[in-house]
Structure formats: C-alpha cells, structure tokens
C-alpha cells in the first residue's frame, strides 16, 4: 500500500480536488486498483462496502478523460440503486472539479424529461440504474458506441435484486475494445461468471470482504422479544443522545411505524425505503446528513446506497434474512478507518438468522444483557444448541451457503430502480 495519493500517479488537478475534500491518505482498496486502472488494464476488485471504492473508479476515469476529446459519453458506471448512483455522481462532480468533464444520472422514481434533455446537452461521463438506461436506450436517447470505460458498481446487489438480464443487454451495446472495472463485494458464482465475460484478463485485487471482523466495529448482540424491540431502541437511543444512528428494518411498513414511534418519543427521525418517492428519499438522506435527524430508518435497499459521515451506530432493528446483506448494513458506520458500533436485536425466531450470519464471519458477536429487556436463559440456552449445530456441521465441510433469494421481478417494477 502506498501512503500518499501522490505516490499513485495522479494528476495535479485531481490531487488538488482531494485535498479540497479532506482526503489526505488512499485506502487500502484505492491503494491497490487505481495503479492497474491508471496503466488502462481492467480491474475485477472484491472489496466491502465502506472502504473507498469509489474513488478508486471515479479517479482513474476523470484522469483518462481530461486527457481525451469530448464527444459522446466516453465511460458508464451501472449501480444497482438510485442512492448509489447519486452518491457515485456527487463523487465525480467532486474529484473533477478542476476538469471541464460533464457526468450525469439517470434513474427510475423520477421524471424521464430533464434526463432526457441532460442527455441531449451530452455529457462524458454517465451513471445509471439499468433498467431506466435501458428504456432511454431504447427510446433512442442513449448511445454508448464511445463509451471508453465501463464501470459496475456493487454488481452482486445488481444481480440480487434482478437486474442481470438488463445489465447483458447493455453491455451488447458498449464497445468490446474498452477498460472495465467491475467492483463488488462478495463473488459468488454468477457474479464471476458474469465478472468473466465482461472482462479481459483483469488484474484482480481483494480487500477483507467481511466488515463484521474489522477491529474498528464493535459489535454486539442483544436479545429481545419482538413486542419490545421499539423501547429498547427508544432507550438506547435516549441514553446517547449525540449519537448519529442507521436503522435497518426488515420490511417497509415497520420503518415506517419506528420512525411514527420514535417522533412520539420525542427523537426526530426520517425513513427510507422503496415506497418513498425519489425526492422523499433525497429529502431524507440530506436531513440526517446535514443532522435534521439523528436517526434514519431503512430497509436493505439502502445498505449499499448511504454514503454519510459520522454515522456512530448501526442498529438492526430486524436481523437480515441473507448474511451477505448484515454485512453492507453494518459497513455503514467505521467508514474509511474511523470506529463504529454495530448492535443487533434478536428474539427467538431469529436465532437461526443469528447463527448464520456468526456462521458466516468466523466468529460470535458479543453478548450484551445488561439491559431490562433481556430476554434470560431460555434464548441464551436455545442459541447454544444452534451454536454447536453450527461448529458441528462446519466440522463436517460446513453449512451449504443460504440460498440467494431472487424473486421474479416484473418489467415495470425493474424499470422503477
């Protein structure tokens, strides 16, 4: 790793727009792919979220760029959600501010007309959802002959939610003689077989994939029954009232009734899911970036898509059903080498939740029942048999993986990410 973003090679007017940011050291991720992004080599990374993996495609892209002829939209970032791809694209406007480049973005949950006319006034560099890229390809509003280099942000989570017949598509119609950089957090089968036919003898780089075992999240595990989650975070978050929390609920209409308890309770809070409009959702975000709120409720498809400073807490309302998605919702706090706390309730009907996410990171959360809505011994005792069911059969070649669960999705509700 190098401990200088001078060090890696980049133009003056980008080192400059890092400085502007507060950026001082590359991390481990940029470190490592923006030397083989920089020398035009396609990148196959496998890192967390949290890590900085933005930087590591947005500045080797802005840097081959400023260098070339504007024209057409010369490189494509895909992510998977609408937060996602607004994050990327304030990045862009950010690093490039010494740059005459033009990005844009185009997405679902929002009107077709000012994409449509962004588009016409051209830009260098575009980040979109896939399935509203593909219906303004196919309305004849987007061309990507020119397109340079194609970038896929979290393409598991693109795969996840249903997206990979859109994403084939798209990638017919981008030049076969360009630089891809496919970034993601896990690789499972489908995403390196996909990984695979996109890129080109890759270099590849691997950063620790497993935020649960990082050393700057404490972690820990409480035990409550369902009926009494609501008081216990009413409590934990009135015992800390500087603390900046992220809530993750298992489904929409239950966020929607924790943020309705928690402004009774006097604890100002906003919530995010896909039943929120596009601007709801914006609104939403900048009011607990900029601390209108101090707490933020969601569903996992923001996991991978809030990109905020300063987040001390993650709290898991609900255990995830998928372990891969415990870990993007917890690597929202500790981002970028700060510390964080991670907390997790869990009753009874989550305790297999509980040993498959242990299962998957190597190791057992810390217990916390030093609270009055412990459940007692006869949780503790139950979680024991499902412990050792787990060290047992991982004796044996360990658990089958959980089945990846991907509903069918239908053409218009894609065309709404």
């Keep these: 790793m190098t401990d200088s973003f001078e060090a890696l090679s980049l133009d003056s007017a980008l080192l400059r727009a890092l400085e502007h940011e507060g950026y001082t050291r590359p991390t481990e991720i940029q470190s490592l792919a923006i030397p083989h992004a920089l020398e035009g080599k396609d990148v196959l990374a496998i890192a967390p979220t949290g890590t900085g993996k933005t930087a590591a495609f947005t500045l080797p892209i802005l840097q081959r760029l400023a260098k070339g002829q504007h024209g057409g939209i010369r490189a494509l970032v895909l992510a998977p959600t609408r937060e996602l791809a607004l994050q990327v694209e304030e990045a ?10 033009r990005s844009g973005v185009v997405m679902g949950g929002v009107g077709e007309q000012p994409q449509i006319q962004m588009l016409k006034r051209g830009v260098d560099i575009l980040v979109a959802t896939p399935g509203r890229l593909l219906d303004l390809m196919q309305q004849g509003h987007v061309k990507l002959e020119k397109v340079q280099v194609l970038v896929l942000d979290e393409a598991d989570r693109m795969l996840d939610m249903g997206f990979i017949h859109d994403v084939r ?6 030049p076969t003689q360009r630089q891809t950089l496919f970034f993601s957090a896990t690789m499972p089968k489908d995403v390196a077989e996909l990984a695979n036919t996109l890129c080109k003898d890759p270099a590849r780089v ?8 990082r050393p700057n999240i404490e972690q820990k ?3 409550v029954e369902q009926r009494k989650k609501q008081e216990l975070l009413t409590q934990i978050l009135k015992d800390d009232p500087t603390a900046m929390v992220l809530v993750f609920t298992r489904t929409k209409h239950r966020a929607d009734r924790v943020v309705k308890k928690l402004n009774q309770d006097k604890i100002r809070a906003g919530a995010i899911h896909s039943n929120k ?3 709801a959702r914006q609104r939403a975000l900048a009011d607990f970036a900029n601390g209108r709120v101090r707490v933020l409720v969601a569903t996992d498809i923001a996991a991978r898509g809030i990109d905020v400073d300063g987040i001390t807490h993650v709290i898991n309302f609900d255990l995830s059903d998928e372990p891969e ?5 917890i690597g929202r706090t500790a ?3 700060a510390s964080g706390i991670a907390i997790s309730f869990c009753d009874r009907e989550e305790l297999k939740k509980l040993a498959a996410i242990e299962k998957a990171a190597d190791t057992a959360m810390m217990t916390d029942d030093d609270h009055e809505f412990h459940v007692g011994s006869s949780v503790t005792a139950y979680r024991e048999q ?4 787990v060290k047992s059969n991982k004796s044996k070649g360990g658990w089958p993986k959980p089945r990846r669960k991907r509903a069918k999705r239908s053409r218009s509700s894609m065309r709404m990410a």
Excluded: E, S, W
């Design 221 to 223: 595990v409480m035990f």
């Design 92 to 101: 862009l406007r950010a690093y490039g501010r010494n740059f005459k480049l």
């Design 277 to 279: 409009t596009q601007g």
């Design 206 to 213: 691997d950063v620790d994939p497993t935020p649960i075992g």
């Design 169 to 174: 598509r798209i990638c017919t119609k981008v």
């Design 335 to 337: 981002r970028a080498g």
């Design 325 to 329: 998605n415990h870990v993007h919702r």
């Design 386 to 389: 499902i412990t050792q069911k």
